[in-house]
Structure formats: structure tokens, C-alpha cells
């Protein structure tokens, strides 16, 4: 649609103007409703009072994941017993020597760790593999431990029973060794992102900035020009040669490569994300992943190589290791690089001003707070102050980006902004107010800042010459933060001037007669 007119709205910080006038993919003029009645365009929006927004970017997500984990397993919020039940119906319909995969489970939830016993009672005759929320834990049977070398894991990543064998948990680098055994193929991981693409969009997200494999690569090439997300990706270090191979033979609209990720540290969840003093009440301190020595290298390498490094470190161990090794690189807010901390959700006050003065970004996610509040209390206990300190980041000058990690949890981003501006617990008590962020500073951390840090400052804002990708959102959606949790969040999703997703709520999009 080459020109499109959405009317009737309360702009985002346009109070004196009603209507946007798209014409080529980009916003051409904000008009008051009287000089917009008479305009001749090929189609109108009618948002009935409601509010425009830019349109939001995910700055972390695992995109052809999440798609697959929309049909597969899914064991999120339930308890051992629900789980077992759901995992013996999945087996009596899946054939013999088959893989049975998904998860979302979560020790919270759980009680205690499971057990290799406990799916081995189920089926030795299938390969069950089933990751936990935060996909830091692979929940496995007997045979599908069998093809893992064990020589190849530290034992923390490969814990062992009395017997020498396999607990049923394969944690860090085991746990995505053994997730990455069931391939899927190119038809249905590019089914499986088409999926994950049709509800991100009717969650008002147009941009997203995807952690993939290059084996996902021709999966996404597959889809031409049906992807209508722009996606820049950080590929897995381990995958890397195939991705350059990949994108020096292939040019995909709307595709990317951009940054190459690692892991330092594991999770919160999981009890490996690496930790300056032991959790509540042990003496586990959590996972290192290389040495310091190597990860200067490693990071050198990316640079080499002419990429940005995207590094996963949650602990405040994990994390000032990370920051060691971008300033023994010479990382600064002049270099062309912007290197990226993936969550970044315990930083230790010392640290908290190095992200600003070594241009590192901070890419988290505020929805986690949902489900880290409880695991926070049990093992970090007056430490808890270090999590999520959106608010001091910014106030330090530092650059904050926030995103889903979905599947780990919802893209839907009005739950991410909830959790950013109100830090709440499931229960609706405040968690460490004094980090909470306005709408305003986190609907910017959603829009405008991740594009500019992918060198598309024309994104991100109503503005015009702008790139006319927005959202049509209730009313209420800026001023009552108990409408972000609202069923249907948003109404409609406008990429380049196409209305690309409708809920249903407004009156559809009217198109002129040429074009029905």
C-alpha cells in the first residue's frame, strides 16, 4: 500500500495531532483530524481513540525457537506430576525411535531437579529431551544422554549418579549439545518462523535482533519475501565459519548478521550463573565458561572478523569478567563496535559505571522478573539489590536495550513494559522500586535506542521521513500500567505503511477500490 492514513488517534507525544499520513513506507505528515478528513489515500485506519506508538524491537530473542517450541512440548508453570502426565501422552502418540522434545520447566515448580529415572519409567524406546525455561538445563532419558561424550563436558555441565551414570540433567554447553541432536528440518523450522513471525507481530514487534544458528540460516532464506520482520542476528560462536559462508553466497531481504554470541556464565535458574559469593546457604559459586585469557582472544577474534560480540553473563561474577575482557580490548563509546552484555541481571555497584565508560550495551529483559523474584529471595538474599538495575544504568549514561529471551518467556512486549515500570512479583508486590523506569524511558528502550544501535536512526519514532512502523495500542496504555496485562495489547501493527496485523477490535482497514 503506497499510502495509508491512520486517524482518530492519540499520538505518542504529538498531542495536537490525530492522524499520520503514510505514503512509501514512510510517515509523510501528523495532521489534526479536520485537515485529514478530505485526504485521498489508498487506505484508512480508524483507531477509534486509541493510542500510536513506534512499533517495538526485540532486542533479544531466539526467533526459530520460540516457533518451534509454539507446537512442541510445552511444560511451562506445571508441576512434576502435570509434566509426567504430558510427556506419557506425547510419547503413546509419537512412533518408536523418535525424538520427544519442548519443555519450559522450572525447578520452582518442579520442587527439586528431575531425574533421568523418571522419564527412563516413561520410554527407553524414544529420545526425550526437554529443556527448562530458561534452556540453560536439558531434563533427559537414558538413550539421549547415551549420545553425548562425556570426556567432552565438565562434570558440573554432566552431573553423575552414584553409578557413574548420567543424573537425567545436561546443564550449559551438554544441555545445547544435546538440544541441537534433534534437527528439524528447513521446511519446518521455516514453518516454525513463519508461526513465531505471525505472533510477533500481533504483539506489535517489527524488529527484532535474533540469537541463531547457522543451520536455521536456510530456514529463513526459504522464507523470501514473506519475512516481513527486519531481523539482525548474533550467531553462535561455534557456527560462525558456516554463517559467513552462508551470507557470502546468499542476500535475504530483511536479514542480517551482526553480532556473534557466547557464553560466559549459565543461569539464575539453573544455580550456574557465576556468582562473586556463593548462593544462600552453599558454596557453589556457578559455571565459568573459558578462561579469562581465552575470552580476550575470542573477543579480539569477533572484532577481527568485523562483528559486534553479543556475551551472555548474568551473574556479577559473569559480568565483570565480561567487562575485564571488553576493556582489555580497548572497548569505548568512540569504536565503531557495540558490543553487547546479553542480561546483564546482577552487575555489582562497582561495575555499574564501566558500561558507560566502555560503550558496552546492556541488552535485558524485564519480563524475567516474573519468575526470577522467587529464585532470587532462596538463593541471593540481600544481594537481590543487584538484579535488574535498569534505573541505575541508565542514570549512569550507560545504553539499555530490552528484549523477551522468548521462549524463555513471552514476547508479548506490554509484559515487558509492566515489569520495567512496576517491578512487581506475581503476587503484585513491589520488588527494589527504586529501579523502576517510566514509560517513556522504557518504551524508548523497546523502539528507538535498539535501531539506532543497528544504524537505522530513521526507525523507532513518529516522526516524519520516518519509517512508518507502528502499533495502535488502547487508550490507556501509557498512563495505567495494569492495561499492559491486558488480554489484547495491541490492535493493530503497521510495517512500512502496511497494516500487517489487525485484532480485530477496530473497524478494518479501509482500502480504496483499486486495491480490493
Avoid at 485526504?39 to 531466539?62: K, M, V, W, Y
Avoid at 553480532?259 to 552453599?282: H, M, Q, R, Y
Avoid at 534505573?391 to 509484559?415: C, Q, R, Y
Wanted: hydrophobic share 40%; net charge negative; with cysteine.
Amino acid at each position: 500500500m503506497r499510502s495509508l492514513l491512520i486517524h482518530n488517534a492519540r499520538i505518542f507525544g504529538k498531542p495536537d495531532r490525530s492522524a499520520a499520513l503514510c505514503e512509501n513506507g514512510v510517515f509523510k505528515a501528523f495532521l489534526r483530524e479536520s485537515d485529514a478528513e478530505n485526504l485521498d489515500c489508498e487506505g484508512r485506519l480508524d483507531a477509534q481513540g486509541n493510542l500510536l506508538l513506534p512499533s517495538f524491537f526485540d532486542s533479544h530473542i531466539h526467533l526459530s525457537e520460540y516457533g518451534l517450541r509454539l507446537n512442541r512440548l510445552n511444560l511451562n508453570g506445571k508441576t512434576l506430576d502435570e509434566s509426567l502426565a504430558l510427556i506419557r501422552q506425547k510419547v503413546d502418540q509419537t512412533p518408536k525411535g523418535e525424538w520427544i522434545s519442548g519443555g519450559g520447566w522450572h525447578k520452582t515448580y518442579f520442587k527439586d531437579f528431575p531425574t533421568r529415572k523418571l522419564l527412563d519409567a516413561i520410554s527407553t524406546e524414544h529420545f526425550i529431551a526437554l529443556s527448562s525455561q530458561d534452556f540453560h538445563a536439558v531434563w533427559a532419558n537414558s538413550p539421549a544422554l547415551d549420545l553425548l561424550d562425556p570426556n567432552a563436558f565438565k562434570i558440573e555441565e554432566l552431573p553423575r549418579d552414584e553409578t557413574d551414570k548420567p543424573l537425567g540433567l545436561a546443564l550449559e554447553r551438554a544441555a545445547l549439545k544435546l538440544a541441537s541432536l534433534a534437527t528439524p528440518s528447513t521446511t519446518e523450522l521455516a514453518n516454525a518462523i513463519g508461526l513465531a513471525q505471525e505472533r510477533l507481530l500481533s504483539f506489535g514487534v517489527t524488529d527484532a535482533f535474533s540469537i541463531e544458528r547457522a543451520d536455521a540460516l536456510a530456514a529463513f532464506a526459504a522464507l523470501g519475501d514473506a519475512l516481513k520482520l527486519r531481523l539482525h542476528l548474533a550467531i553462535y560462536l561455534d557456527s560462525l565459519s558456516d554463517a559467513r559462508e552462508f551470507f557470502r553466497t546468499h542476500r535475504v531481504k530483511n536479514l542480517s548478521l551482526n553480532a556473534v554470541k557466547l557464553f560466559i556464565d549459565g543461569s539464575l535458574g539453573a544455580e550456574t550463573c557465576a556468582v562473586l559469593e556463593p548462593f544462600e546457604n552453599s558454596r557453589n559459586f556457578g559455571i565459568d565458561l573459558y578462561a579469562d585469557s581465552d575470552l580476550v582472544q575470542i573477543f579480539k577474534m569477533i572484532e577481527r572478523e568485523g562483528f559486534n560480540v553479543a556475551v551472555h553473563a548474568i551473574g556479577d561474577r559473569a559480568v565483570r569478567r565480561a567487562l575485564n575482557a571488553f576493556e582489555s580490548i580497548g572497548a569505548s563509546p568512540r569504536s565503531r563496535f557495540r558490543h553487547r552484555i546479553e542480561h546483564a541481571q546482577m552487575i555489582h555497584p562497582d561495575d555499574l559505571p564501566r558500561f558507560a565508560k566502555l560503550g558496552v550495551v546492556a541488552s535485558m529483559q524485564p519480563v524475567h522478573i516474573r519468575e526470577d523474584i522467587a529464585t532470587a529471595r532462596r538463593l541471593l538474599g540481600a544481594r537481590q539489590s543487584e538484579l535488574y538495575r535498569f534505573k541505575s544504568l541508565l542514570e549512569s549514561g550507560a545504553t539499555v536495550v530490552f528484549g523477551s529471551d522468548a521462549p524463555i518467556e513471552t514476547p508479548n512486549v506490554a509484559e515487558g513494559l509492566y515489569y520495567a515500570v512496576e517491578r512487581r512479583d506475581k503476587e503484585g508486590n513491589s520488588w527494589f522500586e527504586n529501579e523502576r523506569v517510566s514509560f517513556e524511558e522504557a518504551l524508548r528502550a523497546y523502539s528507538e535506542t535498539p535501531n539506532v544501535l543497528m544504524n537505522e536512526s530513521q526507525k523507532g519514532k513518529l516522526d516524519v521521513g520516518c519509517a512508518a512502523n507502528a502499533v495502535i495500542v488502547p487508550r490507556d496504555f501509557a498512563r495505567d500500567s495494569n492495561a499492559l496485562l491486558s488480554r489484547q495489547s495491541v490492535l493493530a501493527t503497521i510495517v512500512a505503511g502496511e497494516v500487517l496485523f489487525e485484532s480485530g477490535e477496530l473497524p478494518p482497514c479501509q482500502r480504496s477500490n483499486a486495491l480490493r
